[in-house]
């Protein structure tokens, strides 16, 4: 199978129109199960696994777009070209961004468990950083806490081991870049664009999206509505199989507006009852920007600064910047605007060297110059550019030889102490 594709199944009458679901991130294409016998009444139902998933090879996608492009390849190799989508938390990003980047090939949306923006991104990098240092057990052994409710996992042992398989099983390294993936995702003030009909589904007890994101989504595009599935928690698909399925079935046969055309198919079925939902919230103001001090207005900084900002985001986190910018001012805007040009706009952007390489000269030269705080900032950077703990401890190790005992010494203190913090799994 090519890497440019994935590994899909296909259910329901050839000459029915298609639907397309997505699984969850840490799940396969079996988390639709229960979905199938019915909604192959009505459609044909291709369901795909993300890479590194299930039976999937292993070529990992840092990024929801690449995603979405792998999916359209692998329709268009199977003749599609218009579709319905329903997806699940990274599957609902997906069909988020198929809906922004190909209007014309989305004929109606459902998003589950879904969100404009997952968390944080310093959140899902420091998932990666977990995960490389100590697989994905830790990860699969919390899944059942954040995936259903305590009352159905109770009742329901075997489906609870069998979603920490699925977790287990999944590919380190394409859950790390599905990760990243999601660290960058954020279509919140996309939202408007996305022009066709869409259902969005959340469980009432769902703490991983919860209903204030669904919330956000149903404000946000513009022919939204909302269905709150009572008692539930985030794989609403497996705890709530029959509501779910009736909420696609009473949505998609509803929603469909397609046009025939070429390859296109025509709709289906008498209009059935719409689904009873929620009114959409009125529209939020987006948070005011963070005052940050600094003397350039931000449309005067040009490419650099852009770039630069980016990348200092993503090496130090989000929470680290935040602070420097909430405590930037008259006096120290300038310097922190050119450390973001100079350092991470125009030296880190380099392409001579990737981030991790960069990573382990600059903890050399750290080490070298005694520079202990600015270690611990960027012990923490390496472990996020990809560098394990044993590989910066060789780092330390040949530090000793070339700057030094008493400065190896004062490093394997403070690295030791911050990998420790940033690699413990969450209770």
């Given at each position: ?22 699984a969850?991130?840490?799940?396969t ?83 589950v ?10 959140a ?25 409710t ?26 790390i ?19 066709v ?47 779910v399925t ?28 719409k ?12 948070p005011?920007a ?8 931000e ?50 952007s ?23 705080e ?7 950077a ?35 102490r911050?990998i ?8």
């Amino acid at each position: 199978m090519s890497e440019k594709t994935l590994q899909h199944r296909i259910d329901g009458p050839d000459d029915a129109p298609v639907l397309v679901l997505g699984a969850s991130l840490g799940t396969t294409w079996h988390m639709w199960d229960r979905q199938i016998p019915e909604l192959t009444r009505h459609w044909r139902v291709i369901r795909f696994d993300l890479p590194g998933h299930g039976g999937s090879p292993a070529h990992p996608a840092s990024s929801i777009a690449e995603l979405a492009d792998r999916l359209v390849t692998t329709l268009d190799g199977l003749g599609v070209e218009r579709f319905g989508y329903a997806g699940c938390n990274i599957g609902g990003a997906i069909g988020t961004q198929l809906a922004l980047t190909r209007p014309h090939r989305v004929t109606s949306l459902a998003l589950v468990s879904s969100s404009p923006r997952y968390g944080t991104a310093d959140a899902w990098r420091q998932r990666g950083v977990v995960i490389r240092t100590n697989g994905l057990d830790p990860i699969a052994r919390t899944a059942p806490e954040h995936w259903f409710t305590g009352g159905f996992a109770g009742a329901q042992p075997a489906i609870v081991e069998w979603a920490v398989q699925m977790v287990r099983t999944t590919d380190p390294g394409c859950y790390i870049a599905a990760c990243e993936a999601l660290a960058s995702y954020d279509v919140r003030s996309s939202l408007g664009r996305v022009g066709v009909p869409t259902l969005v589904v959340v469980g009432s007890e769902d703490q991983v999206t919860p209903t204030t994101d669904a919330r956000t989504l149903v404000a946000g595009i513009p022919d939204a509505s909302l269905a709150l599935v009572p008692g539930t928690s985030h794989l609403v698909p497996v705890e709530q199989p029959a509501a779910v399925t009736e909420l696609l079935i009473r949505h998609f046969t509803t929603a469909w507006h397609d046009k025939p055309g070429p390859g296109g198919p025509a709709a289906i079925g008498a209009a059935a009852p719409k689904p009873q939902i929620a009114p959409p919230p009125p529209p939020q103001s987006a948070p005011a920007a963070i005052e940050s001090g600094l003397t350039q207005p931000e449309a005067a900084r040009g490419g650099t600064y852009d770039q630069g900002i980016k990348i200092r985001r993503e090496v130090l986190g989000d929470a680290h910047v935040d602070r420097v910018e909430a405590t930037a001012d008259e006096f120290t805007g300038d310097f922190h605007d050119f450390i973001t040009r100079y350092a991470w706009g125009e030296t880190w952007s380099r392409p001579g060297l990737d981030r991790r390489t960069r990573s382990i000269v600059t903890l050399t030269a750290l080490v070298a110059r005694g520079h202990l705080e600015e270690l611990v900032l960027h012990t923490r950077a390496a472990l996020r550019n990809g560098l394990t703990p044993t590989e910066i401890k060789e780092v330390l190790l040949h530090t000793a030889v070339y700057c030094g005992v008493p400065a190896a010494n004062s490093a394997f203190a403070v690295a030791q102490r911050v990998i420790r913090e940033e690699t413990t799994p969450e209770a």
